[in-house]
């Protein structure tokens, strides 16, 4: 009886201790999820106003007189806007880099499209560039999309360590997706890029965001690393670091290449939202095939993060493709306020027909008086 009993204290003390660390574990994982939001909310910040800062400091040198930028100058080097500006971007890429470390990429790469959202609310107010209904309304659309992805994004992480890292780059599905990839790549810039770049704007952003998908790939690896050497473990020591040092600095290099070939060449205002939307869609792919971020997810998180992440395309879309359009609220209004009127004439004449088809008499002196002339 005695030892029946001491089992089952046993087996009590054993569930209690599974319960407490799953609930750790739990606690644990939001709260990296919400370290991750944050940096990657505030990589949005510090990369949407460097634009604004950098932007600032050149139009004061351009009120100055001195050589610009695109004349070949460097009198921007003097301006403390400009490097501020800078500051700015190195902070917002170094907390972007952060993010992945403790977020899944399919939370901290959409969000990316909120620094696009604070430069254009930053711009109407220091640099007095007009945003009109459409821009607004883009950017209502992408808060509420980033909102939705935000509720809805996975809360658990898969990868912990450079080991189950390896691992998951030996997936078959993910080395299927790696080489498919790679060598539609490859055929885009040695074959398709040379004739058709120059005339076809998806070639170069396709180039940047297949390379892309690798570039963040890596970044994830590189802030598992970073992560596992603050706890005091000899990372370096691990070949796969170098291997995914050698992958970033490569990607990077080529879709800085590319992207410069592409703003150089077509609409800054199309391609800022059609890289948006092929990078984000590469990498979203690249996350759920390798780290399977989404295996955690129900049928309902899975639908309302692709809804609001087709929100925050909407919103995108309409923030640069009407940017050019000048609609303001007030023609708008006045364009509803006209439309009664307009339903009340349609009114009119249609009761005038009716009554022309009730009376005949009347329909026949009509038709009399038309053919007479």
């Known amino acids: 009886m005695s030892e ?25 994982s939001r709260y990296h999820l919400y370290v991750g939001l ?6 949005s910040a510090f990369n949407g106003s460097s634009f604004i800062l950098k932007k600032k ?7 100055r007189g001195v050589p610009r930028a695109g004349q070949g100058g460097y009198s921007y080097l003097k301006e403390w806007l400009w490097w501020a500006g800078l500051l700015s971007m190195g902070l917002g890429e170094a907390a972007n880099f952060a993010a992945y470390a403790f977020a899944p990429a399919t939370l901290v790469t959409p969000l990316g499209a909120l620094s696009v959202l604070i430069s254009a609310i930053l711009s109407s107010y220091l640099l007095n560039e007009k945003l009109n209904i459409h821009g607004k309304l883009g950017c209502v659309l992408s808060i509420l999309g980033s909102t939705v992805m935000v509720i809805h994004a996975p809360e658990e992480e898969e990868v912990t360590s450079l080991d189950e890292m390896e ?13 498919l990839l790679t060598v539609v790549a490859l055929v885009l810039i040695f074959i398709v890029a040379p004739k058709r770049g120059q005339t076809n704007i998806l070639i170069y952003i396709l180039i940047c965001s297949f390379i892309g998908a690798f570039s963040v790939s890596s970044v994830k690896g590189l802030g598992i690393a970073i992560k596992q050497m ?9 070949p796969l670091v170098y291997v995914l040092v050698g992958i970033l600095v490569l990607s990077v290099s080529t879709q800085i290449n590319y992207l410069n070939k592409a703003l150089d060449v077509f609409n800054t205002s199309l391609v800022t939202p059609i890289y948006y939307v092929c990078f ?20 309902g998180d899975i639908i309302g993060t692709l809804s609001g992440f087709c929100t925050i395309l909407i919103g995108i879309f309409l923030l640069h493709a009407f940017k050019n ?16 009127s ?32």
């Open 4 to 28: 029946s009993h001491s089992s089952l204290l046993a087996n009590m003390d054993r569930t209690v201790n599974e319960t407490n660390q799953s609930i750790s574990m739990l606690a644990g």
């Open 38 to 43: 944050a940096l990657a909310l505030g990589s």
């Open 57 to 63: 400091g050149l139009l004061k040198l351009a009120d």
């Open 167 to 179: 691992r998951k780059l030996q997936d078959p599905a993910f080395v299927t997706f790696a080489v």
């Open 230 to 238: 603050l706890e005091q473990k000899p990372v370096y020591r691990h």
């Open 280 to 299: 984000t869609t590469t990498v979203v792919t690249c996350s759920i095939i390798l780290f399977k971020e989404w295996s955690s997810m129900d049928l």
């Open 325 to 340: 359009t000048g609609v303001t609220w007030s023609q708008l209004m006045s364009t509803v306020a006209k439309e009664p």
């Open 342 to 373: 307009l339903a009340h004439q349609e009114y009119e004449t249609c009761h005038t027909l009716l009554e022309s088809m009730e009376d005949p008499a009347l329909a026949y002196e009509e038709d009399n008086v038309l053919f007479s002339q």
